[in-house]
């Protein structure tokens, strides 16, 4: 799920008809509750970058499906599944890669209300983990649906207070972080960012796998030439 179900119901709102939200300010009321929000993922960003993680050591495969970057994970994998934006490797032991596209063309309805945006996928993982809701909010009607839209992005990553970590290395960025969930499941995050290719990014997921072994799939991350949607 690309965003947590507390979400589900603003996001029905924001997403409304534009005629709708002219007429009885939903917008408007949206950006008053981030800004009034209270809670810790409001004002949370990711830490100052630090070096870009060592590659992956163990026998790999190499990944070119991602329009904007190829990477390399673990080989032993048993299973693949897949639909349109995403991909699952399934490992034994409940262990398991997750990779989804995020681009417009995966969120119709961010595809829909952003047509004459100047904001790209990348300003808006940009946002979603160095801004807040507090930070102003453009004024452009298409640039404020983005601008939301990475606000609201935000409890994906920080509502449970674990620290994201941030790396560069030429034109990528990562941002990534490791969770102990209920049942003692180890669940790691990431999204990707190659500034050639704006539009598109990679986020990345994995359960029972250790933090080191998926830094080290963030680490073979390489940038592929410009792609144009």
Same mark, same amino acid.
């Given at each position: 799920m690309r965003i947590f179900i507390a979400c589900i119901s603003i996001l029905s709102i924001l997403f409304a008809?534009?005629?709708?939200?002219?007429?009885?300010?939903?917008?408007?009321?949206?950006?008053? $509750?981030?800004?009034n929000c209270k809670e810790k993922w409001c004002l949370?960003?990711?830490?100052?970058?630090?070096?870009?993680?060592?590659?992956?050591?163990?026998?790999?495969?190499?990944?070119?499906?991602?329009?904007?970057?190829?990477?390399?994970?673990?080989?032993?994998?048993?299973?693949?599944?897949?639909?349109d934006y995403f991909l699952m490797f399934i490992y034994g032991h409940g262990k398991a890669l997750i990779l989804e596209e995020l681009s417009r063309d995966a969120f119709p309805e961010l595809r829909e209300h952003t047509k004459a945006s100047s904001?790209?996928?990348?300003?808006?993982?940009?946002?979603? #983990?160095?801004?807040?809701?507090?930070?102003?909010?453009?004024?452009?009607?298409?640039? $404020?649906?983005?601008?939301?839209?990475?606000?609201?992005?935000?409890?994906? #990553? #920080?509502?449970n207070g674990?620290?994201?970590?941030?790396?560069?290395?030429?034109?990528?960025?990562?941002?990534?972080?490791?969770?102990?969930?209920?049942?003692?499941?180890?669940v790691n995050e990431a999204l990707i960012i190659n500034e050639k290719s704006p539009d598109y990014i990679l986020k990345l997921k994995s359960v029972h796998m250790t933090f080191e072994e998926f830094k080290g799939i963030i680490g073979s991350v390489a940038g592929k030439e410009a792609v144009k949607p």
């Open positions: 008809s534009t005629a709708d939200l002219a007429a009885n300010g939903a917008l408007d009321d949206i950006e008053n $509750r981030l800004r949370a960003v990711a830490r100052p970058p630090i070096p870009w993680p060592s590659p992956i050591r163990a026998k790999t495969v190499t990944i070119e499906a991602h329009p904007a970057v190829i990477f390399k994970i673990p080989l032993g994998y048993t299973h693949i599944r897949s639909t904001m790209t996928m990348a300003d808006a993982a940009r946002a979603t #983990f160095t801004g807040t809701t507090r930070d102003k909010v453009p004024e452009r009607l298409d640039d $404020r649906y983005f601008w939301n839209w990475a606000m609201l992005f935000k409890t994906a #990553f #920080f509502e674990v620290p994201v970590q941030a790396s560069r290395k030429d034109t990528l960025s990562a941002y990534y972080l490791s969770t102990r969930r209920k049942g003692g499941n180890l």
